[in-house]
């Protein structure tokens, strides 16, 4: 919709309908549906530049999708729980990383995650399955994973990362 005018500018139908943040790269943005596919397309007329499927579910999550934008990487998880990392340009596949058995897609409704947050070097988030974990950035391979049971967004401070926990404790990493 055009901001001065109120005018349609164009409108996409779509088989699914999306359940992740929206995020913006030049002349792009990105979304996340419920069957657990990343879409990219133009801003200017709504065509799809690419699509990055990855492992359904049984289940629809109640958890929205999270997604991060670093250098040229466009990372995002999944209702299965599921980091992918993809050129942010091509649509190719970097590197993706499972943190859930494959039993979890019984109990992707249930499941619940943090939004994905990051620094310099690594990535970071929570679940409601007792896991807080740092990723690497650039390999997708897995840092550290420490028993905090939270799906609420970590902050970053300096070299220290804030959350609470589904029962209220304040954790300082």
Not at 45 to 51: A, I, N, T
Not at 63 to 88: C, E, H, Q
Request: a neutral charge; hydrophobic letters at 35%; aromatic letters at 16%.
């Amino acid at each position: 919709i055009n901001s001065e005018t109120g005018n349609l500018n164009w409108s996409q139908n779509s088989d699914y309908p999306f359940n992740s943040q929206i995020k913006f790269y030049k002349d792009k943005f990105f979304v996340v549906n419920y069957k657990n596919a990343l879409k990219c397309f133009y801003i200017n007329d709504g065509r799809e530049c690419w699509k990055v499927q990855t492992d359904e579910s049984f289940t629809v999550s109640n958890s929205k999708y999270s997604i991060l934008i670093k250098d040229n990487l466009l990372i995002f998880n999944n209702s299965i729980g599921d980091i992918t990392a993809v050129d942010i340009i091509s649509g190719l596949i970097e590197w993706q990383q499972p943190t859930q058995k494959s039993s979890i897609t019984n109990e992707a409704y249930n499941f619940n995650f943090s939004k994905l947050v990051s620094d310099k070097d690594s990535i970071y988030f929570s679940n409601n399955k007792n896991e807080f974990y740092s990723i690497d950035i650039k390999t997708g391979t897995t840092n550290w994973i420490n028993k905090i049971n939270s799906n609420i967004r970590p902050i970053l401070i300096s070299n220290l990362i804030f959350t609470i926990s589904n029962e209220g404790y304040l954790y300082v990493v």
